[in-house]
């Protein structure tokens, strides 16, 4: 079975779902983002559903219990670039998906996960200004991590 | 509440004429894709807006989905109808599975005898003009919504 795949940026798993899911498909998505987080210890998971048509309440249940989950493994979900006439009909539809953050934007969601992880950081130097544009951003993962970390040190998340 | 045959219909109105008519099976998961897919292109087709079409579209992924778990499969009918003023999309999803016992409670909001959130028959209901359910136990069960461009 395809898997939808699952990219590590520094302390963050980034998700982009491209395709009309099937259920099995978006089961799967979901163990396998646990399992990542707990392998790579990331911190945050950005789920970009922009290519999505409609979200039902499948998808949508997903989407909870990934929120839920990572946050019991001690990460932080937002998901970025929900459509208005999806965001319109879940709201018709009655799925108010509790406990899933959400960001118009991916530079809006990945922020949002940094202005969560400013809170955490014990030293202002460890600070990486995360509302910079996205030609910054982007520089996050490779640019500003030349030993293939991110900016984002692991050891500012020990205190 | 007793077994028997229940029937929940639409407000009411003038049956519609038919432009098209279609018949596709719900007997996997690639099938409820398929059906969003179909319904999609079908509502594009009588141009409905994108907010409609997203919510005849999810209405039809929730009864797909039904169809296929609940009733162990079956398979939607879905025309292009039009009621002399405005075009719309129907769709008919019929199984026959176990049927649903008490439709009162089906129809519940965040009720599931499975393991889902409950919402989409209640929920469906919502996003559609009409919603006509009839289910009998032992008999099946069909579903019929309509929604109409604006
Ligand atoms: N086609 C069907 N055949 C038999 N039972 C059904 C069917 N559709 C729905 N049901 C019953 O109605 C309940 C509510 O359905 P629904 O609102 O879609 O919620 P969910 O799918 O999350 O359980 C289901 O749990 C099931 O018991
Ligand atoms: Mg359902």
Excluded: C
Excluded at chain 1, 83 to 99: D, H, K, S
Excluded at chain 2, 44 to 52: C, W
């Amino acid at each position: 079975m395809d898997r939808i795949p699952i990219l590590k940026m520094g302390n963050l798993l980034l998700v982009s779902i491209q395709v009309d899911l099937q259920d099995q498909l978006a089961l799967a998505l979901q163990d396998d983002l646990s399992e990542r987080i707990v392998a790579t210890g990331a911190r945050g998971v950005l789920i970009d559903i922009s290519a999505l048509e409609i979200v039902d309440s499948f998808i949508g249940r997903m989407l909870s219990t990934i929120a839920a989950l990572s946050r019991l493994l001690d990460a932080e979900t937002v998901v970025v670039g929900m459509r208005p006439a999806v965001a319109i009909t879940l709201v018709e539809l009655g799925l108010y998906m509790p406990g899933v953050r959400t960001a118009l934007t991916l530079e809006h969601g990945l922020a949002l996960l940094g202005a969560e992880v400013r809170v955490r950081l014990p030293e202002d130097e460890a600070l990486v200004d995360l509302d910079a544009d996205s030609a910054e951003v982007t520089d996050l993962g490779a640019g500003a991590a030349p030993n293939g970390r991110s900016a984002l040190t692991e050891g500012a998340w020990s205190g | 509440m007793s077994a028997g045959r229940w029937t929940v219909a639409p407000a009411g109105g003038v049956e519609p004429t038919v432009e098209r008519t279609e018949r596709h099976p719900i007997v996997t998961e690639a099938d409820v894709v398929r059906v969003r897919q179909i319904v999609r292109n079908l509502a594009v087709t009588a141009k409905m807006s994108l907010v409609d079409q997203t919510k005849m579209v999810t209405a039809a992924s929730e009864l797909a989905r039904n169809t296929l778990v609940y009733g162990g499969g079956g398979s939607m009918t879905v025309d292009i109808v039009d009621n002399g003023r405005r075009r719309g999309i129907r769709a008919v999803f019929v199984d026959s599975g176990p049927g649903i016992p008490d439709m009162d409670l089906a129809l519940t909001d965040g009720w599931t005898s499975g393991s889902g959130l409950g919402l989409g028959l209640s929920g469906s209901r919502r996003l559609v003009d009409d919603f006509a359910i009839e289910s009998s136990p032992g008999a099946g069960t069909t579903v019929r919504i309509v929604k109409w461009s604006r």
